[in-house]
């Protein structure tokens, strides 16, 4: 019912880090890497199936990294 598609281009910032997520993403398609202090260089890659965002559901916390 509260559902919107949106599409990001290859190293397009979801959701910056400092910044609450607006709400929880699902990855239909490609890949989100995470990375903290430098967006450049990510720690984790988050693929098909995954989500992310869902703390925004929870808590009013800022994201501690970078989604892209």
């Known amino acids: 019912e509260n559902f919107n598609e949106d599409s990001f ?3 397009e910032v979801i959701i910056h880090r400092g910044e609450q997520s607006k709400g929880v993403y699902f990855i239909l398609e490609g890949e989100v890497f995470l990375s903290g202090h430098a967006p450049e260089v990510p720690f984790r890659i988050l693929r098909e199936d995954n989500f992310f965002g869902e ?6 916390k800022k994201s501690p990294i970078y989604f892209m």
């Not at 703390?55 to 009013?60: A, E, F, P, R, V």
């Open 9 to 11: 281009f290859p190293g």
């Open 55 to 60: 703390l925004c559901l929870i808590s009013d």
